[in-house]
């Protein structure tokens, strides 16, 4: 069979799918065989199997376990939001998630071909609403580089907020105050799949979906490192499905992180107001600045090696351990402690005004203060 029978054939059978799903199915295995090559197109034909067994396999993973179920959510959401409610129930909850996420990128994949870092001009417009668009400005044009690709973007370009929302990698932040723009460095990013915009109330936005029928396989040699001046990002919003982040010596207004699978860490952050949302993975910050800061932790263990200026803090870990060292004296806090032997006011009358409050389901709390 030849390649252009394969897909036309493989096009037919999967006519039960929607059209974004089917064209995103034809893409990988039009791909897949583009890297092969002529040379190597029989053999790779004959890996993948009939197109009766190929679709069979794709629309296999279609099919509701009960048609009555909740419809899946959108493909480009390659993991679903969750929120941390106290209880066992959401670590469950939080490897389903990651299960889904690994299941329809890997399962009836064949083994993804090497894929060439792709020219710049081959980045797709961004894929912004129409009534998004009239309000975007000029997106900033990208350098290409041996391993991906460069943007540098001027202060006023971010002055609102810059938001990351990705599939995998890893996200590096770098201080430097010897730089007047900002950079993002994509290195090892199929960057076809890359989309950005500017709008013109400073907000640039970045997103990287990679389709779901794509195998995986060069998520730790996808790493984005963003070089800016000190002090000049007002907020910093970034969705990561897997891969970590270091936040190194960040100074921020307003930090919103929320990762499926993948651990957050930082040398020094300061920040006014700090949401993390972490289903599996680790927070450890040696020095954090935040008056209100709120970390939901599904799986995983939260480190503060030193928290300064707190004002309003919650910590809820599920299952992990909890362990934070506080500025001043115990006095300087009203501390309250939820775990499933109870729920524990320490010196409640101290400082109403400096509130911590730790939730724990399965693991330990230890509380320290410098004084």
Known sequence: MTRT??????????????????????????????????EKEAQALAELGTPEEVAHKILEEQAPADPSAAPASPARKPHSRWRMVLGGGLAVLAVLVLFCFFFQHTKATPVQPVESISPASEIPASSAETAAESASTQPAVPVSTPDGLTFSL???????????????????????????????QFDGFRTRYLTHSNKKDGTAEFSYHVPKYYALLDIDSAVLTITAPENILHEVDIDLAMGDVDLGTLSVEELDLELAMGSVSADSLTVKDADFNLAMGGCRIDHLTAPEFDAEIAVGDCTIGMLSGARDVNISVITGDTDLTLEGSASDYTLVTNELKGTSIHNGKANTSRKISLDSVTGDLSISYTN
């Open 5 to 38: 029978a394969f897909l036309a054939a493989l096009e037919q059978l999967l006519a039960p799918l929607p059209e974004a799903e089917r064209k995103d199915a034809l893409s990988y295995y039009e791909d897949y065989l583009d890297a092969a090559g002529p």
């Open 154 to 184: 001027s202060a006023e370009m971010v002055s609102d907020k810059l938001s990351l929302k990705l599939d995998y990698g890893t996200i590096l932040f770098v201080v430097d105050p010897n730089v007047s723009d900002i950079t993002l």
